[in-house]
């Protein structure tokens, strides 16, 4: 996989494992060393279509030769060729409209959770490097999350401190709240969830 080194945010090539090239969304400078590549993104409206379609188990390509925000996604091959080089994977909030935010965002390494493979639990307490919920954040702590085969990998931030978690979502939570996906029960004061449009992104990222 080769990245074209530069610090302009864009859609470019790269290359994979078998010398294919394809386009990919990269975003640089808002990590210091860091560079990272969008895998998946949509808007609140067309969350159905990714609701129980887990990285791991489905292969989804939607848009992926045409990078865009409501709608988009990844082949599986694509995405695992990304992740064989990447060290971390995150979730923002609406960055085509507010650019790098980190309210509403959370980052993790791929040792903690590797999005490709299948969780021995379907909700667990996950490290997270840093995570940030409506303005209630912590660094190095652990996460209450969801993945299995039915529904998507997200965060399920009221049940934190009461499932042995470090993160208390619960400030200013709405009972049995979604984020970063699923949107199952939602909030409002929630980016990725404060109107139809709306857009919630996963990124893959490496050093």
């Known amino acids: 996989m080769l990245f074209e080194k530069t610090k302009s945010n864009g859609i470019y090539n790269i290359v994979d494992q078998n010398n294919i090239s394809f386009p990919v969304y990269c975003e640089f400078g808002s990590e210091t ?72 965002y959370w980052k993790v390494s791929v040792e903690s959770l590797d999005l490709f493979v299948e969780p021995p639990t379907h909700d667990f307490c996950v490290f997270s490097e840093f995570v940030n919920v409506r303005g209630n954040e912590c660094t190095k702590c652990t996460v209450f999350t969801a993945y299995s085969d039915t529904y998507t990998l997200h965060m399920d931030s009221w049940f934190g401190y009461s499932r042995g978690c470090e993160f208390d979502g619960q400030p200013g939570g709405v009972y049995n709240e979604d984020n970063f996906g699923y949107y199952g029960a939602t909030n409002p004061a929630f980016r990725c969830t404060s109107s139809a449009n709306s857009t919630t992104q996963f990124w893959l990222g490496s050093s």
Request: aromatic share 16%; with cysteine; proline share 4%.
């Open 33 to 104: 060393g860091m560079a990272w590549t969008l895998i998946q993104s949509h808007s609140f409206q067309n969350n159905g279509a990714f609701t129980d379609k887990t990285f791991y188990l489905y292969n989804l390509p939607i848009n992926q030769n045409t990078p865009e925000w409501s709608n988009y996604r990844l082949s599986m091959s694509r995405m695992k060729s990304i992740g064989n080089i990447s060290t971390h994977w995150r979730a923002t909030c609406h960055f085509p409209t507010d650019g790098m935010d980190y309210r509403d």
